[in-house]
């Protein structure tokens, strides 16, 4: 399997999982990762860039409604497994702080760690000047407060 291919099954499981259980969006994604575990021909570095795809789709299509365990756990996957840049690193903490809003008081400290990191990023953004970067992610900062006060 190349990253053509690799590419249009991902997109082809990140359309069926679309609004689907949390169980059925792991389940899809770790079949997708065993066939291109299977089927790979390429360098280690590129197998590991295809986790981290898989990995980041679980996390993004994983339903706010499920339970927080197995979210914390694609989380704990997530963060060994690394981010490839800084903008897959603040938008996996924005779907993370995202996902937390809707669980209060019991992951106050997981959103807070959430938020920081997109704060941080925020301003690493700024430094390498991409200043509309870092006001957008400001403005979301803004917004998943105000939505967590809700």
Not at 8 to 29: F, R, T
Not at 70 to 84: C, I, K, V, Y
Not at 102 to 128: G, N, P
Request: charged share 40%; aromatic share 12%; glycine share 2%.
């Amino acid at each position: 399997m190349d990253e053509k291919d690799f590419i249009k099954k991902a997109d082809d499981v990140s359309l069926k999982v679309l609004n689907s259980p949390w169980n059925e969006v792991i389940s899809e994604y770790d079949k997708l990762w065993e066939e291109t575990k299977a089927n790979f021909s390429g360098s280690s570095e590129l197998l590991k860039e295809f986790q981290r795809r898989i990995c980041e789709s679980k996390i993004r299509f994983f339903p706010e409604a499920a339970p927080k365990e197995p979210f914390d756990a694609l989380w704990r996957e997530m963060l060994e497994l690394g981010f490839s840049d800084l903008d897959r690193q603040v938008s996996m903490a924005f779907f993370r702080a995202n996902y937390l809003c809707e669980r209060l008081s019991e992951t106050d400290e997981d959103f807070q760690a959430a938020t920081r990191m997109i704060e941080e990023a925020a301003e690493a953004f700024k430094a390498e000047n991409r200043i509309s970067m870092h006001e957008h992610f400001k403005e979301v900062l803004k917004r998943l407060q105000q939505r967590r006060e809700k």
